[in-house]
Structure formats: structure tokens, C-alpha cells
């Protein structure tokens, strides 16, 4: 007994020295929601993050810029060792762009016909999102009716200079679309440094991209139109013969497609930066078109590969910023009986002035 008594009197001293940890049933439900909302507000961070010794961060919200664009159009067409280029002249475009964070839009006209719904047809309309990690672009163009018939061979003994830069408006395209890619080093490499101007590339980096994009493409064509002028610059030479697979009314082309490839940042001197980015495509494609001979038009759904290519020169000192870029697609399609090869892009030179300046970056 005596024993038992001086143990509890032992054991009153001991927890009076050293209280028992008291456990706040609370306090763990209340860190792992923090550590919760912290995750969802990184993630969602996550888009534009970026690592500053690499990268500038933009230091306003808001851009004006003014760009002069000269777009690049080309069609070849062949059949049966056939085969005809076409593309427009391409006037030079200017108009004014506001940008806002990732996105930036604007309008051009052209300078030799300053219509506000374009000239002979002519509309274009992009549309560009731009962050550190993912980038979407928009684009819809009608180029009108003012192609030229560049080089043409019809076959041995037909001389094709003939034809060289013959006007031809029986030729309407329609090209419309979305691209969309993802950025795997956009800690490091910033894209938008290179194409919307938002960012400056402190030390030359690289990054791998993959992206999935759709695009819907239709050509109009006056065949007869064709073949009356062909014949016409013929003069007194053998009767033209023209490949029933080139005499068609309209084609039109779905493509579905994934890309991958690489882009690589140059800073070659302080707030210079050159770009180069190269992606490759494969792509699901699907067509119909109506011809003038037995086989009543053709359809096809087939796989063939594309390209894009974007290049840049820039200069950026977080305030003002002028540069050049350049941005380039190709389109394949090929059946048994016809081919079309398109290559179509734009060269933009740009001068642009940031201005309201983000909180964090205001001096007290």
C-alpha cells in the first residue's frame, strides 16, 4: 500500500514539471486545407510561372503596338505530271493591336486599297493566347481572287514561261483554324518573349512542345476559266490537253492533327533575342471535291505529315520593343489522281509601348 502511494505521489511530480502535450484535434484538418488551397492557387499560377533568372517577367498590363504584315500565299496543284503554282501579290498590310496579358488583337489594311472588309475578298482575322506554359491560335483568311499563275508544265514541248505571272481570278481559298500547344520548360523558355512580346529572355534557353490543332481549307476553282487561258497563251501550239484530275469546282479538306517539335531562345546581346522553333505534324485528313470527268469528284481520308515554323527577332527593354517575326504552315494532300501543296504565312515588323504598370512593380 505504502508502495502504490509514494508511485502516485511520484508520478503528481513528474506531470507537474512536465504538463502532458495537449493535442489540437483542429490544428491538422486546418493545415492540410491550406495546403490544399495552396495547390489549387500554384496550379492555376502554374500557367504563367516562371523562373526569374532566366526569364523577365512583364512588368505592365496593358500594350500598343502598331505591325506592318506581308502575308505568303502558295498552291501547287498536280495531276498525272501536271501541274500549276498559284499565289496573289502580297501588298503590305498596317493596323493598330492592344494587348492585354496573354492576348493581343488588331486588325491590318491593306495600304493599296484601305477597305475596312478587305479588297477583292480579302479578310483576315487572328487571334493568338500566349502564356509560359500553353499557347492557342486562331486564324480565319479569305484571300480573295488576285492569284497569278507562277509556273505551269503541261507536258513535254509546252514552253512554260509562257504563263509566268499571268493574272487569274478563277482561284478562291478559304483557310480556317486553331492551333493549340503545351510548353515543357516554361520555367525557363518563354515563348511569349519571342511572339507577344510580354516577357524578355534573360539567359538563350530551349524547350520540347507538343500541341493538337483542326483546320478546314476549301478551294474554289473556275476550270473553265483555267483551260480558256491556258489555251489562250498557247497561241498557235499543239491543242492543250488538261488533266481531268486538275478540272475541279470546289475541294474542301478537313485536318485533324498532332505536333511536336522544338524552340530555342537566342540572347545574343542585352535585350536582344533571336528565336527559332520548328514543329512537325501529323495529320488526319479527310476531302471531297467535285471534278469534270466519269469519276464524279473523289473523297479521301488519309494520313500525310505538315510543318509549322515560327521565327523571331526582337528587342525589349520591358518598355518599348520593335522586332520581326516570321510564321509558317505547309499543307499536304495527295490521292492517286491529285495533289495540293500549300504553303501559307505572314512576316510581321512590329513597334510596340507597354504602359500601366503592374502593383508590384510600383515604387512607394
Known amino acids: 500500500m505504502l508502495l502504490m502511494l509514494a508511485m502516485l505521489l511520484t508520478a503528481g511530480r513528474v506531470g507537474a514539471d512536465n504538463p502532458p502535450e495537449v493535442v489540437d484535434s483542429v490544428a491538422p484538418d486546418a493545415n492540410t486545407l491550406q495546403k490544399m488551397q495552396d495547390k489549387i492557387k500554384y496550379t492555376i499560377r502554374g500557367f504563367d510561372r516562371l523562373e526569374d533568372e532566366y526569364i523577365e517577367p512583364q512588368h505592365y498590363e496593358f500594350s500598343v503596338m502598331v505591325q506592318a504584315t506581308r502575308n505568303y500565299e502558295d498552291f501547287i496543284l498536280s495531276s498525272n505530271g501536271q501541274s500549276i503554282q498559284l499565289s496573289p501579290d502580297q501588298p503590305i498590310r498596317l493596323g493598330p493591336y492592344f494587348g492585354w496579358r496573354w492576348i493581343f488583337l488588331g486588325y491590318t489594311l491593306d495600304l493599296k486599297n484601305l477597305s475596312l472588309f478587305g479588297h477583292n475578298g480579302k479578310r483576315e482575322i487572328n487571334f493568338s493566347i500566349y502564356s509560359s506554359q500553353v499557347g492557342v491560335d486562331l486564324y480565319y483568311r479569305r484571300t480573295g481572287s488576285d492569284y497569278k499563275l507562277r509556273q505551269v508544265r503541261m507536258g513535254y514541248g509546252i514552253d512554260g514561261t509562257r504563263f509566268e505571272d499571268v493574272p487569274f481570278d478563277g482561284l478562291k481559298v478559304g483557310i480556317t483554324g486553331v492551333n493549340a500547344y503545351y510548353i515543357f520548360n516554361h520555367g525557363r523558355f518563354s515563348y511569349p518573349a519571342a511572339f507577344s512580346q510580354s516577357t524578355c529572355q534573360k539567359i538563350s534557353c530551349g524547350s520540347w512542345m507538343a500541341g493538337a490543332g483542326y483546320m478546314k481549307n476549301t478551294l474554289n476553282l473556275d476550270f473553265d476559266d483555267l483551260r480558256d487561258l491556258l489555251e489562250e497563251k498557247m497561241g498557235e ?17 478537313h485536318d485533324i492533327n498532332l505536333s511536336a517539335g522544338y524552340a530555342y531562345n537566342w540572347v545574343f546581346a542585352k535585350n536582344w533575342l533571336f528565336c527559332a522553333s520548328a514543329q512537325a505534324a501529323v495529320a488526319y485528313k479527310s476531302s471531297w471535291g467535285d471534278t ?46 491529285f495533289t495540293a501543296n500549300n504553303i501559307f504565312g505572314s512576316i510581321n515588323t512590329f513597334l510596340g509601348y507597354n504602359f500601366g504598370l503592374k502593383k508590384r512593380y510600383r515604387k512607394n
Open 237 to 253: 501550239q499543239t491543242a492543250l490537253q488538261l488533266d481531268s484530275g486538275l478540272m475541279f469546282d470546289r475541294i474542301e479538306y
Open 292 to 337: 469534270a470527268d466519269e469519276y464524279d469528284g473523289f473523297s479521301i481520308k488519309k494520313v500525310n505529315l505538315d510543318g509549322i515554323g515560327r521565327f523571331a527577332l526582337i528587342y525589349n527593354n520591358t518598355r518599348w520593343y520593335v522586332g520581326a517575326t516570321a510564321i509558317l504552315r505547309t499543307n499536304n494532300y495527295r490521292t492517286e489522281r
